[in-house]
């Protein structure tokens, strides 16, 4: 079956410094890829996605790019935010079967000033 | 727009009760689909409904059912509660539920069973 796999956190950051969180996949056919971001005590929102190989999804300053030949939808940002400090999630949707979200395990990120 | 609403926000209940949690999605959504998230399972997918009918359903004992409205409210029931139903449990709105559209969430309603 589908399945995302995230690198493990926590990651701990200075404010302004460059920020990555790998996310690899692995599905049948041509999945959509998502990044969510939760903030304390709140659901999920979306932050940015991709619906084919080689879209690029931003938002907020953040980037990721699918890769289907890595099979990859890293996150980016330039220079990170105090305010940036939350759990992040990989979330892939398959064009087959149950099109369910699965996502990965989450990353907590937090940013020190 | 309206986002996804889910009441009540926070519940307790005590082991063997049944709950019921209620999800409005966004206007004009048809799918709703429902997640629970704990610590030790991560996000998790329940159920999702779209034009009153269950179309998908993950991996969770019978005691989880769902059903949709109508004008496309959705709830779930959680009958015999165990220890282990301890969770947030998020609803989730797209369009018609392609695979391509995004979700959206809803603030979730947090359950502690005692």
């Known amino acids: 079956g589908n399945s995302v796999t995230q690198m493990e956190g926590p990651v701990t950051l200075s404010e302004e410094a460059f920020l990555t969180i790998n996310c690899t996949y692995t599905?049948?056919?041509?999945?959509?890829l998502f990044w969510y971001v939760q903030y304390p005590g709140e659901g999920l929102q979306l932050l940015l996605k991709?619906?084919?190989?080689?879209d690029k999804g931003s938002n907020k300053g953040f980037e990721a790019t699918y890769r289907k030949e890595t099979t990859s939808f890293h996150l980016e940002k330039g220079s990170v935010q105090v305010s940036d400090s939350a759990v992040y999630f990989c979330?892939?949707?398959?064009?087959?079967?149950?099109?369910?979200?699965?996502f990965g395990q989450g990353t907590r990120l937090t940013i020190n000033p | 727009k309206a986002g996804v609403t889910q009441t009540p926000r926070y519940l307790i209940k005590t082991r063997g009760q049944q709950v019921t949690l209620s999800c409005s999605p966004i206007?004009?959504?048809?799918?709703v689909s429902w997640y629970q998230q704990t610590p030790g399972q991560g996000l998790q997918f329940l159920f999702e409904?779209?034009?009153?009918?269950?179309?998908n359903k993950g991996n969770f004992p019978g005691r989880f059912s769902g059903r949709q409205f109508s004008n496309s409210r959705s709830e779930m029931n959680v009958s015999t509660l165990e220890l282990g139903d301890s969770a947030l449990y998020l609803c989730?709105?797209?369009?018609?539920?392609?695979?391509?559209?995004?979700?959206?969430f809803g603030p979730g309603t947090r359950l502690l069973v005692l």
């Open positions: 979330a892939l949707r398959g064009d087959q079967g149950a099109q369910k979200l699965v």
């Open positions: 206007s004009g959504h048809r799918s």
């Open positions: 599905a049948t056919g041509y999945p959509s």
């Open positions: 409904y779209f034009s009153e009918t269950q179309r």
């Open positions: 991709a619906t084919k190989a080689d």
């Open positions: 989730a709105s797209s369009l018609a539920g392609r695979w391509q559209e995004t979700q959206y």
